[in-house]
């Protein structure tokens, strides 16, 4: 603990010292800016912006960062090093859905905001009830800029979950040049990526547009199964007179094999390279006779001849399945209006809309095919069969804001109304034992059977006012709030055995302010300060939230949960001029009403939660970073992040009696420390970076007991930009190493939960050492 703290201390002084050092160096060029208020912030040419002029902890990257990861990264895995980000994914390009988190200051990714060009993604959750994630809403080629507020999303984010914190995605303009952009990538595992923009420069209407499309298709780098994607981005934006009308829509097709959990058991016995048994459907049969012989599955016995002996290495029914996978299609689009009424007021409108299908397949030796016990059956007679998790999102909203400046103040106000139909289920689907005759990258039909099948619907209201002030040349005050609330209704269209489930539940809050201000000391120091507060809306899914459990328990907590709500507290410092940009800030937060589900047996399962309010979580700690460019064609930048939340309660059930003794306890999946460094150089053409980011211990049960190690991952990317004309104007190749020194370790923990205490099968193995190579050219 103490060297660590002994890092950050030390990157501090560095930051501190370095605008002395820096008076040496060359000054760089100035970098066009993402807006105009980071053309005001700061002269550096960089492609992280720290928040200038903000009153929130608050960072942007531009679609350079993006640029330099290997083709198809999610943007997200591009933020992972900013102070205070812990981003996790079992692949190299952190696109893999079932794996991908991301938690901030101990929040983790469904306890944060998340929106595209102002329209809300939901949670990104895997299983999202009420929105996609940012893989599938855009690619990420068409991304101009992506901010995080660590602390609080901006009153005006469209989002019921941001209790600690926000990620803006912007998509980028339309170019007023014609043009066309091509890449091809290939790599590690049989990759190959192809990507092509058509941009159609300034119409005769005054409009520009561009048209994409992408298609990605990998192997899985341990076991069988694919990863691939299909997308088609679309935009186009058209001036008339004072109105600016902006039209965008989004298409995507993702099917993906899904990895084997593991525990640290597993990782011991097995090793980190174990997998699914795809490969082998006779091994898979044999597996689950085994487990019904045995009594494992819960099955009678389907094959007595098998025995009950697992073939080696396996030693339990869930150590291998033969398949599992995502399915997911989505569309998603907007329409906005931005008009300049007169110098003092500005409105803006949007209304957008999202469809997705989906389906999470899990080939379960738990359920054997309906023919199973059939003598004589040749079809649907497996001893497995296929479960299926099946969503359809159908949501529709409108988003409206007004500016109005009046001398020293800017009034903002804004409303946000969504109404989102939410459909899932639970089904099974037979499968023969000679061989598997379905596709797990296809949609599956004809089930034998439905589990539960519900209807949800929720309807989204906020509100939001706010006046900043600028008190002086030097100094700002913002203050302001929003109400939300949101209505969830449940009603079943199949039963489980349990029963139905009817009913609805509301979260609400009239009053939730955010205030802040800013002192800009002279043109290179400034110090910024907020408080906030903010709750997270109840889920409306049968595998989360109120509704996944039975009626009774549903009546038994719907009169008394709370939302879970957060207060946030943050004072910081900025630094910026020709060579260096820096902040450091610490921050306080208090999380109230926690809502904690807890599952019996193995979490594929899916056997029922219990949600309850648990207490309360007490977050401190502090972040730097900074970007120096110490040399003309050389630049460092580095962010290093403490956090301390341990929960303040421990966890009773509804009769009183003790579960889990959790107060004083470290929060799950939040790592201590985290460092990131990233050196960068580029020159008449080339260009490279290289990255190092540190990850402290994490727990992954709420008492403790269990942890993966700490581990350090380092990744390259080398190019060169053809320069002059002809053939190789517009050219480029880019090479991407992931994991550089091969490094084995834990990413993703609770892909099936967290428990109270003891190992469980929750963890995600990181990729090993990958190669991609990008061609681009630009017509």
Request: proline letters at 4%.
């Amino acid at each position: 603990m103490k060297r660590h703290l002994m890092l950050g201390g030390a990157l501090c002084a560095l930051l501190l010292a370095a605008p002395h050092l820096a008076l040496a160096a060359e000054p760089a060029a100035v970098a066009a800016p993402a807006d105009a208020a980071a053309a005001d912030a700061t002269e550096v040419d960089a492609v992280v912006v720290l928040g200038q002029g903000q009153s929130r902890s608050v960072q942007m990257l531009n679609s350079q960062a993006l640029s330099l990861e290997a083709a198809g990264t999610s943007p997200i895995k591009a933020v992972a090093k900013l102070p205070g980000v812990n981003f996790q994914s079992a692949d190299a390009f952190g696109a893999y859905e079932w794996s991908t988190r991301i938690s901030i200051r101990s929040f983790n990714q469904n306890q944060l905001g998340f929106t595209l060009d102002g329209v809300p993604l939901g949670d990104m959750s895997y299983g999202n009830y009420n929105g996609l994630h940012i893989s599938r809403a855009i690619g990420s080629e068409n991304i101009g800029t992506v901010e995080l507020a660590q602390g609080s999303g901006a009153l005006d984010t469209a989002s019921t979950s941001n209790l600690g914190g926000a990620l803006k995605f912007t998509s980028r303009k339309p170019s007023e040049t014609f043009g066309v952009l091509a890449a091809a990538t290939g790599g590690s595992d049989n990759t190959w990526r192809g990507f092509v923009r058509l941009d159609t420069g300034v119409l005769p209407s005054g409009a520009t547009a561009y048209l994409s499309y992408s298609k990605q298709e990998g192997d899985k780098w341990k076991g069988e199964g694919q990863q691939n994607q299909e997308q088609v981005n679309f935009k186009i934006v058209q001036p008339a007179g004072p109105l600016t009308i902006t039209a965008w829509a989004n298409g995507s097709k993702r099917r993906e094999n899904d990895y084997q959990d593991l525990s640290l058991g597993m990782i011991k016995r097995l090793g980190y390279g174990w997998d699914n048994i795809s490969g082998d459907w006779a091994k898979a049969v044999r597996v689950a006779d085994v487990g019904n012989n045995r009594g494992d599955s819960g099955a009678p016995p389907t094959n007595p001849a098998a025995g009950t002996a697992y073939p080696s290495p396996i030693a339990t029914l869930d150590d291998a399945y033969y398949d599992a996978a995502g399915l997911r299609d989505d569309v998603i689009g907007a329409v906005t209006i931005d008009a300049d009424v007169n110098e003092h007021l500005s409105l803006s409108g949007t209304a957008y809309g999202h469809s997705n299908n989906g389906q999470g397949l899990w080939y379960t030796p738990y359920v054997p095919s309906p023919n199973a016990y059939t003598p004589g059956a040749t079809t649907n007679n497996a001893p497995i069969s296929v479960r299926t998790t099946e969503y359809d999102i159908n949501r529709a909203g409108l988003i409206g804001a007004a500016t109005l400046t009046l001398g020293d103040h800017k009034v903002e106000g804004g409303w946000w109304y969504e109404d989102n139909d939410f459909n899932q289920a639970r089904r099974f689907y037979g499968l023969d034992r000679a061989a598997p005759q379905r596709d797990s990258l296809k949609f599956q039909s004809n089930p034998f059977a439905t589990q539960w099948a519900y209807r949800f619907q929720t309807l989204t209201s906020q509100f939001h006012l706010q006046d900043t002030w600028s008190v002086t040349d030097v100094f700002t005050v913002n203050a302001g709030f929003k109400s939300l609330r949101v209505k969830n209704a449940a009603t079943t269209s199949v039963a489980p055995a349990s029963g139905a489930i009817m009913g609805s539940i509301v979260s609400k809050d009239s009053f939730l302010p955010q205030v802040g201000a800013t002192w800009r000391m002279n043109d290179n120091h400034e110090f910024f300060g907020s408080y906030s507060e903010n709750i997270r809306a109840f889920v409306a899914a049968a595998t989360s939230g109120p509704f996944s459990t039975t009626q009774a328990g549903f009546n038994a907590i719907r009169g008394t949960l709370k939302p879970e709500s957060s207060k946030t507290v943050e004072l910081g410092w900025r630094f910026h001029n020709e060579t260096l940009q820096a902040v450091v800030d610490v921050y306080h937060v208090d999380f109230e009403n926690r809502l904690l589900a807890t599952q019996a047996g193995a979490g594929i399962v899916g056997n029922p939660s219990v949600l309850a309010n648990v207490g309360s979580v007490e977050s401190q700690g502090f972040e730097v970073a900074g970007t120096w460019r110490f040399l003309p064609d050389w630049s460092l930048f580095a962010s290093y992040a403490y956090n301390d939340s341990t929960y303040s309660d421990d966890v009773f059930n509804g009769a009183g009696a003790l579960v889990a003794r959790t107060a004083g306890k470290n929060t799950v999946d939040t790592p201590k420390t985290l460092l990131k460094t990233e050196l960068s150089y580029e020159h008449a053409g080339f260009f490279a970076k290289v990255s190092a980011n540190y990850t402290d211990k994490r727990f992954f049960t709420y008492t403790n007991d269990q942890s993966v190690p700490s581990y350090t991952l380092v990744d390259l990317t080398a190019g060169y930009r053809f320069q002059g004309e002809g053939w190789t104007k517009g050219l480029e190749i880019q090479a991407n190493i992931t994991n550089l020194t091969d490094e084995d370790y834990v990413s993703t923990i609770g892909s099936n939960g967290f428990g109270n205490s003891g190992d469980n099968q929750t963890l995600l193995a990181g990729a090993p050492r990958q190669a991609f190579v990008t061609v681009k050219k630009q017509f």
